[in-house]
């Protein structure tokens, strides 16, 4: 099964933490996840320094999962975890087009939080012009952006993201992937 929507699709629950490996290890306990620890993250802060943060990959109960831990830096987690403590810190979600769903949101009322494009990690000020956001929101990029009315980040993915979380953050958890997120191509424009 191909998902063809061309509307966001929920792709995994991310959740912040102080302790990634209580967290990854207590799920694993209670339900029989399966995490995998990934490599160190070295991200930039809001401030444009290094910043660290601590990411496992999984299944909770059929979900995809993503568990972060900021180590050092100031990141959005980091600030989720400061604001609002440890829990859902941003829905994932699958889109065709990165650059289109990311314009929209921000018409629509959405407030950038964070831009990774394919180069590296792209911070813009909140005040930043919409010329500003598109110009490092590219195809393969991943946006985080803030809801005006509450709950948890958006966090917009596409197919370039998708690939590399399922080669490999979620490698060798493949039935599972499979069942709860089938094979997505791009939506084919014409």
Do not use: C
């Amino acid at each position: 099964m191909t998902i063809h929507t061309g509307k966001p699709v929920m792709h995994h629950l991310g959740f912040v933490v102080k302790d990634a490996d209580e967290m990854a290890n207590t799920y694993t306990n209670l339900l029989g996840a399966e995490f995998r620890l990934m490599p160190p993250y070295m991200v930039h802060s809001m401030a444009g320094e290094e910043a660290e943060l601590r990411v496992y990959y999984g299944a909770i109960a059929g979900s995809i999962a993503e568990i972060i831990q900021p180590v050092r830096g100031d990141t959005p987690h980091q600030q989720w975890l400061d604001e609002r403590g440890e829990g859902v810190q941003h829905l994932g979600l699958y889109v065709d087009d990165v650059v289109s769903a990311t314009k929209d949101l921000l018409e629509k009322g959405g407030e950038i939080r964070w831009v990774y494009p394919n180069a590296g990690v792209v911070q813009l000020n909140f005040d930043s012009s919409l010329d500003e956001i598109m110009g490092e929101t590219l195809p393969g990029s991943l946006t985080y952006l803030h809801a005006s009315g509450g709950g948890p980040i958006l966090e917009l993915l596409g197919p370039p993201i998708h690939t590399g979380v399922v080669g490999g953050a979620v490698a060798g958890l493949d039935e599972l992937w499979e069942t709860t997120f089938p094979p997505v191509e791009p939506l084919q424009q014409g």
